[in-house]
């Protein structure tokens, strides 16, 4: 059976791939087609799609926004966009700038603590400049401050630690319509991972195409109880693995459900 991974990160955001070696890891694990849904960038989607040609496999242009819904982090999923118009590039472009202006405000408080880290020694990360906090512990891990990336965020970069800064982000509404304007479709993002799990029915009457409902951090119970919100929404059902730097593949779908997306997707 065809598989399809509809989430997955490259160096052009915080992924550990460049986006051609990602498309040529999906192809030696067998996968018909994956998404490139790097956050708040496209940068990575051209390469990936003309490595696809070569492995004859299946691209499909994606992001990942970080927004906001009723005080709450949503991450929304856009595919099959038109990712090409200037106006989407200026878009991203201004979000990456926030991103930016956030990585160095977290340079800074760190430094504050005691640290000594450079702009450079973050930013040299980012290939594209969609730089964020896996960034910065990538730069910590290097300094030999912390052990590994984890250590890093749970000792000085999650939420209400010595290095956070609360993330710019645009609204749930803002993003859904930013990418039906690029003829994209939406989806809600590992709600599973949504802090107030008591906002999804609010959250899933805004105009979504689809629901992530196969990801790595849901649990079979999880799976059924959103399997069973797409199907009260009229939502598409999406999956993939949100690779970063390993399990490439673990979650997926298959042509059938991909084809149900696509259907979702406005042409006018």
Not at 19 to 25: D, S
Request: glycine share 8%; charged share 25%.
């Amino acid at each position: 059976m065809a598989c399809f991974d509809l989430h997955i990160h490259t160096t052009a955001s915080d992924g550990s791939l460049p986006p051609r070696q990602v498309v040529r890891a999906a192809n030696a694990l067998g996968l018909a087609g994956i998404a490139i849904t790097d956050h708040d960038t496209i940068e990575g989607i051209p390469d990936a799609l003309q490595e696809g040609l070569l492995c004859n496999l299946q691209i499909f242009p994606g992001v990942e926004l970080s927004t906001e819904f009723a005080g709450r982090d949503i991450h929304i999923l856009g595919y099959f966009m038109d990712f090409d118009l200037k106006w989407l590039e200026e878009k991203l472009l201004f979000l990456q700038q926030k991103r930016q202006q956030r990585m160095r405000q977290i340079i800074q408080k760190l430094n504050d603590y005691g640290f000594c880290l450079q702009v450079e020694d973050v930013f040299k990360y980012s290939i594209a400049g969609s730089v964020g906090r896996p960034h910065v512990a990538m730069a910590m891990v290097e300094k030999g401050y912390v052990d590994s990336i984890k250590e890093a965020f749970d000792k000085y970069l999650g939420k209400n630690c010595v290095g956070y800064v609360e993330r710019y982000k645009i609204s749930a509404l803002e993003a859904i319509a930013t990418i039906h304007r690029c003829h994209g479709v939406a989806v809600l993002a590992h709600p599973g991972l949504i802090v107030d799990q008591s906002l999804l029915p609010a959250l899933l009457e805004l105009n979504f195409d689809g629901i992530e409902v196969n990801h790595p951090d849901h649990k079979a119970v999880d799976k059924k109880r959103y399997q069973k919100l797409a199907k009260q929404h009229h939502l598409a059902v999406t999956g993939g693995s949100d690779f970063h730097a390993s399990h490439l593949g673990c979650c997926t779908i298959s042509e059938k459900e991909v084809l149900q997306l696509q259907a979702k997707r406005a042409t006018d």
